[in-house]
C-alpha cells in the first residue's frame, strides 16, 4: 500500500502542471507609485496622515490581484478560501487593522483611485485614520483587463 502511494505521489509530481504566471503590466512599479501618491494626497488633504510603503503589504496585494486576473472576476477570497488576514500572516505582517479594496477594469492609477473613493466603503478602507501602511498591486486578465489591489494596515505593536 505504502508503495503505491510513493508511487502515486511521485507520479503526480512529475504531470503537475505549474500554476499560471501572473502577467503583470510592464509599467507595474510606476502604476503602483501612482496609487501611493493619489492616496496620499487625498488622505492629507483630509487631515490624516501619508500611509509609507510596505513590501509585505504589497506583495500580499500583487498575490491578491494575481488571483483576482486569473479567475477573471473579484474576490476577498485568495487561495484556499484565504481571507486578507491569512493572507498577511503569509507576508509576516503583524497588523492591529487591514482593510483591502479591489477593483477591475480601469485603465489608469487615476481612474482606479477616482472608482474607490466614490465608492463608501472603499472611500472609508482608503481614508481609515488607523492606517499607517498600504501596499498595491495590478494583474493583466487573460481578457486584457486590469485587476488592482490595495491593502491598506496598522502594524501591530507588541
Known amino acids: ?49 501619508a500611509l509609507a510603503r510596505d513590501p509585505r503589504l504589497e506583495e500580499a496585494a500583487q498575490s491578491q490581484a494575481c488571483r483576482t486576473a486569473q479567475r477573471e472576476r473579484l474576490s476577498h477570497r485568495g487561495s ?14 503583524r497588523y492591529a487593522m487591514a482593510a483591502e479594496n479591489l477593483a477591475e477594469g480601469q485603465r489608469s492609477a487615476t481612474e482606479v483611485h ?27 486578465a487573460e481578457n486584457g483587463r486590469l485587476h488592482w489591489a490595495m491593502i491598506v494596515a496598522a502594524p501591530r505593536q507588541d
Open 1 to 49: 500500500m505504502i508503495r503505491m502511494l510513493v508511487f502515486l505521489l511521485a507520479f503526480l509530481l512529475t504531470v503537475a502542471q505549474p500554476a499560471n504566471a501572473c502577467e503583470l503590466p510592464d509599467t507595474v512599479s510606476s502604476l503602483r507609485q501612482e496609487l501611493l501618491s493619489l492616496t496620499n494626497e487625498t488622505r492629507v488633504a483630509a487631515g490624516l496622515v
Open 114 to 140: 477616482a472608482g474607490w473613493l466614490s465608492s463608501p466603503g472603499h472611500r472609508v478602507n482608503t481614508l481609515d485614520p488607523r492606517a499607517r501602511e498600504a501596499g498595491f498591486g495590478v494583474a493583466v
Open 80 to 93: 484556499w478560501l484565504a481571507g486578507l488576514g491569512r493572507r498577511l500572516r503569509r507576508v509576516a505582517y
